[in-house]
């Protein structure tokens, strides 16, 4: 008689990929000790461009998806539907004991929502987070995530206190830590030097890494000149390395603007990313992801956003919420060069052992519920 007990693993987007991993690798050092938990790894093609997506299953180990649902783009109502649809006709054709979603992407949303008509139970990790600030699609996706969600995976104990907040029994919440340290802390070793190390012959600690995504940041080609020229001007000569986001780069390419400083390059693998942010002086980025590694890595982190979701990383680590403002990434850059950045500190759990304490709890909890 098989007990096995099913979960689908949710991934849609980059930062999914590198949260799930480490529970891909959890799960299967659980199947070797004789654990019951078995996974179905399903990767809803929200990210197609093999930039964005592919490469992360071949960086970081993980296997190639046992469904991929080819929802590709469109608007953010599309591609919820399509979702959606896709993920209810496999849970309609075979469907699993629970569903785990990480992050706060369309993906997270919309699996969410079409298990949970189907009386699935969903498990959401990186549940808690909060930016309140509703013109984000991601808060939205928080908002309708953890009003459905059944366990709560939190990463600290502000997003333990939020949940409260909104009403959620504290049975359900499980402070565990961040994925994403996990995959950071175990690819340590293995961080790959690229190309454009030696093409400019970057010196540790001697350069800036930059990664712009957001609306706010890039969508307006005035605005986002006046950014990148406002950093190039005050980088003291530094060179600073702009993995450029497809995007962005739509609409750079629509102007000749030359800059001294600013060296663009393709998307990167995680691999070679996560090497430059290791060595660099300093980050600049919107990224709230990109945030947690830096704090983790002890470097100093500009973000270019008026609120964040992830406090702890300016209360404890080492980020600073700048704003959207071009001036105002003026006066942060002289402190940085001036040797004063403050030192941060890495909140409790990020240790590298978040994904194996959600497996036991899981192992827990559906053995409960056979």
Known sequence: M???ILIDLIAGARPNFIKIAPLVRAIQDSINQGGKLRYRLVHTGQHYDKNMSGQFFEQLNIPEPDVNLGAGGGTQAEQTAKIMVAYEKLLLEAPSKLCLVVGDVTSTMACSIAAKKLYIPVAHVEAGIRSYDIKMPEEINRMVTDSITDYFFTTTELACTILKNDGVDESRIYLVGNTMIDTLLYNLERLKQPPIWAALDLQKKGFLVLTLHRPSNVDEENDLHQLLTTIDEHAQDHPIIFPVHPRTKAILERSAIKFKNIHMTEPMGYLEFNYLVKNAKAVI???GGITEETTVLGVPCMTLREN????????QGTNELVGTDPQKIIKPLEVLFSGNWKKGQI????????????????????????
């Open 347 to 370: 909140p409790a759990l990020w240790d590298g052992k978040t994904s194996p304490r959600i497996v036991a709890i899981l192992e827990g909890l559906m053995g409960d519920k056979g």
């Open 285 to 287: 980025t919107d990224s």
């Open 2 to 4: 098989d007990d096995s």
């Open 308 to 315: 964040t979701e992830r406090p702890e990383t300016i209360t």
